[in-house]
DNA sequence: CTTGACTCTGCCCTAAGGGCAAACTCTATA
DNA sequence: TATAGAGTTTGCCCTTAGGGCAGAGTCAAG
């Protein structure tokens, strides 16, 4: 039997931590003093609490290591789908670095990219339009293209030069459920099916656009030149964004060919 | 003038987030109603919120995008030490996504590594130790090799083989500025200097033993498959478990050559 | 018996907001 | 002009994995 300051020393984790994973249930003690309340520890808990801190090296949440512990069957689901998150991680992390790394360069060249800003009116179009609701803006980019095979297999013949675009319906924003409505541009209404719907868009007599090459990790980029340059002229948004795809993941593999025009309503300030 | 709500749906970010940048002051509206205190943002705030959004994705934590935002000076400074941080979280998803792959094969080879634990006797040792606190685990092992200079020029003579262990000292265990002394084993007591004292350590009657092969990134295992050894062999930890650096990177280049040694006093059950 | 080391519970704190509720305000329509 | 519905406010509790501290109780050695 060992007091908490003991099990804490011999497995190199703090009396708070023990208590920390007494109170979850994750590991509870032996046996605890009725009177003084004092945790005590046997030996036969040294190959549970090392299993914990073996998955908890491996950067699991400690309700995942509970279930792994109790229900040993899920043990390799578990573990491929933390293999996953990793791999996000890493992922995600390579991405941050190679946008810092560019904005670093930025800062130090002094001369920002030139922005071609042109003001535009977006015409009155008549659209196919898919409203659905994507769990985040990662799987929002793999919905695209699906659309665009879909409203082929409903018979929409698409307008030329190809326009697509995509509004945002959540009356706040959120980061989780976005409600979407992907349109594209078509010659007339065709039939309706539940998902694809046709309507008509209104114009817009004044948008400031600016493209943006390359994949969309560094869309963000693009909107804040937009929206600085939108500012230095005088201007002031008036509606919602837009997103045109112009070319994608459909027609070019090399997602430094891709080309999206970012489409804001402004009025004069 | 946009209310909160246009202003998120430009921005796409959650009224709530802009709620909370209000509350930290990171983004202050222009102009709050003072009967009714709704928030309204203006035109010239645009720059701003994208440069936070920018900064955001990129990992910053609010209160440096608060600084870099407010004395532009140190931007390049903190620009470079989010660099390094995205750096180790890469290094650290990977070290964990490696014990990962490592314990899935494990887990489906079924047969657990032969453990070759070994129980010896540790003899009493006459030792140069020197007792610091060092931050972290990390910079723990970046020290070691220190150590042996600095005994080396005090001039104390080590003994036959290399013998060199680490005691923990915090009466509990922490993560963070740990209070470790690491002792190598001489041939006599010499000068003793600020930070090296000489003493005896005690024998230890019965230890069992674990070498651990490869870098230290995975002695956790080696501590989890000793311990699991001592619970099924009827015995028990008596006291704090000691390191011995047999080769590491003062005499080895590969970190798969690094060779130590587990020591857990043990007493029967 | 005292003293120092150890342990207990409880409370507040972390970062960046999310979720919900109750109350209030704004705007468009009937 | 009245009202409904949409928008906004504050406030409270919640998230991870514990850290820090205070006050009180307990254990073991001299």
Redesign the interface.
């Known amino acids: 039997m060992?007091s908490i300051?003991e099990f804490?020393?011999?497995?190199?984790?703090?009396?708070k931590t023990l208590r920390h994973y007494d109170r979850i249930g994750l590991l509870k003690p032996d046996r605890v003093d009725d009177w003084t309340g004092y945790r005590y520890y046997s030996?036969?808990q040294?190959?549970r609490i090392?299993?914990i801190?073996?998955l908890k090296?491996?950067?699991l949440p400690l309700d995942e290591i509970g279930t792994l512990l109790n229900e040993n069957a899920h043990?390799?689901c578990i573990?491929?789908q933390?293999?996953q998150r990793?791999?996000q991680?890493?992922q995600e992390?390579?991405n941050?670095?190679e946008?810092?790394?560019e904005?670093?360069i930025q800062?130090e060249g002094g001369q920002n990219m030139q922005t071609n800003v042109t003001m535009k009116q977006l015409p009155e179009v008549t659209v196919a339009s898919m409203r659905t609701v994507v769990p985040s803006y990662d799987t929002y980019f793999d919905i695209v293209p699906k659309m665009g095979e879909y409203m082929e297999s409903v018979g929409a013949v698409c307008r030329e030069p190809e326009y697509c675009f995509t509004i945002?319906h959540d009356?706040?924003?959120?980061?989780s459920d976005i409600d979407v409505e992907i349109c594209e541009a078509v010659v007339a209404p065709c039939r309706e099916s539940e998902k694809v719907k046709f309507k008509t868009i209104s114009a817009v007599p004044q948008a400031a656009c600016l493209q943006h090459h390359g994949p969309y990790r560094s869309l963000?980029?693009t909107?804040?030149r937009l929206?600085?340059w939108?500012?230095e002229n005088g201007y002031?948004?008036a509606d919602?964004?837009r997103e045109s795809y112009i070319h994608g993941i459909w027609d070019r593999d090399d997602p430094e060919d891709w080309l999206t025009e970012v489409q804001?309503p402004v009025i004069l300030?």
Do not use: C, M, W
């Open positions: 060992y300051g804490s020393r011999i497995n190199r984790i703090t009396p030996g036969s040294l190959p090392r299993k801190l073996k090296a491996l950067g043990a390799t573990l491929q933390q293999k990793l791999q991680h890493i992390s390579q941050r670095l946008q810092l790394r904005y670093l800062l945002y009356g706040e924003y959120r980061d963000q980029d909107y804040n929206f600085t939108i500012h002031q948004p919602n964004p804001v300030k």
